[in-house]
C-alpha cells in the first residue's frame, strides 16, 4: 500500500484528538462532506463586510482549539473558519496523507462556495502542507487574497525524519504529492511566512527555503525566542498578521 494511504501510520504521522467543547455562542458549525466522511467546519462571527481566513491547523490540534483567537482576527477585519481534518475532532474517517491534500482542495471550494468574502488561505505546521495544496490548485478559482503560513513546512525528508520514518520510506507518488516545493510555483497571490528562530520541531531554515522559491509578493517575519507553539506570544505576530490582512482586505 503506497504511503499516502497507510492508516497504520497515524501514530507516526497523525496525532487525532476528539472535541467535546461546546460551540461558542458566536460561531456556527458545519458538516463537509468529503468522499467517505463527513468534516466539522467551524466558523466565528466577524464584523460586516469581513473577509474570511480559512484557517488548516496544527498536528494535534482541533477546531476549538482556535475559539480563543477568533476575536483577533476580527479585530483586522476577517472572520475564522476552522476545519478539522478526518478523525480530529468531531470530523468522521480516518486520516491519511492523500486525504489531507484532497479534503483541502474541497474544503476551499465547500467555503468559497458558502460564504461571499474575500478568502485568505492559513495553514499552521502541518496544515501548511494543506493550504499549499488546495492554492496551488484552487487559487485561480476562488480569487484567493493572500497565504499565510505559520511554522510551515517544505522539505519531505525532514518530514519523514520529523515521523521515525527514513526518507526514502517517502515513495515517489507520496513525495510528488506531499512536497510543497512544486506547488509554490503556482501561488500568485502574496504570502506572509511566520516563523520561529528557536523552533526546533521544523527548522527556520525550511521558511527560508519557501520564501526563497516563492515568486509572487512575500514577506518573511522571523520571530526571536520563538519556537514552534508559541508564535503568537510574540508581539510582531499579530502586528505582522494583522497588517497583511488589512492589505489583502484593501486589494478586493
Known amino acids: 500500500m503506497a504511503l499516502l494511504d497507510r492508516t497504520d501510520l497515524i501514530g507516526n504521522l497523525f496525532f487525532p484528538r476528539t472535541d467535546e467543547a461546546p460551540t461558542p455562542a458566536d460561531a456556527t458549525d458545519y458538516a463537509v462532506a468529503v468522499s467517505g466522511a463527513s468534516l466539522h467546519l467551524r466558523v466565528h462571527a ?24 477568533a476575536s483577533d ?9 476552522v476545519v478539522d481534518y478526518r478523525g480530529y475532532g468531531q470530523s468522521t474517517g480516518t486520516p491519511t496523507i492523500r486525504t489531507l491534500l484532497s479534503d483541502a482542495n474541497a474544503v476551499l471550494d465547500y467555503v468559497a462556495a458558502t460564504f461571499a468574502a474575500p478568502l485568505v ?9 494543506a493550504a499549499w495544496e488546495a492554492i496551488a490548485h ?4 476562488h480569487r484567493v487574497r493572500g497565504v499565510v503560513i505559520d511554522s510551515g513546512f517544505v522539505s519531505v525528508d525532514a518530514f519523514a525524519q520529523r515521523r521515525g520514518l ?21 501561488v500568485t497571490c502574496p504570502v506572509l511566512l511566520l516563523h520561529g528562530e ?9 521558511a527560508v527555503a519557501a520564501f526563497d522559491a516563492l515568486a509572487c509578493p512575500k514577506q518573511l517575519v522571523r520571530l526571536a ?13 499579530w502586528a505582522k498578521l494583522g497588517a497583511f490582512l488589512h492589505q489583502c482586505k484593501a486589494a478586493d
Open 166 to 186: 527514513a526518507p526514502q520510506a517517502i515513495d515517489a507518488d507520496a513525495r510528488r504529492a506531499l512536497d510543497p516545493m512544486p506547488k509554490l510555483a503556482a
Open 225 to 237: 525566542g520563538r519556537g514552534h507553539n508559541d508564535l503568537s506570544w510574540h508581539p510582531d505576530y
Open 46 to 69: 466577524g464584523p460586516s463586510s469581513a473577509g474570511m481566513v480559512l484557517m488548516f491547523h496544527g498536528n494535534g490540534e482541533i477546531v476549538s482549539d482556535w475559539n480563543a483567537a
Open 121 to 129: 488561505v492559513m495553514g499552521r505546521s502541518l496544515g501548511s502542507a
Open 198 to 206: 528557536q523552533d526546533a520541531a521544523i527548522a527556520i531554515t525550511e
Open 138 to 141: 484552487a487559487a485561480q478559482r
Open 73 to 81: 482576527f476580527s479585530e483586522h477585519g476577517f472572520r475564522l473558519a
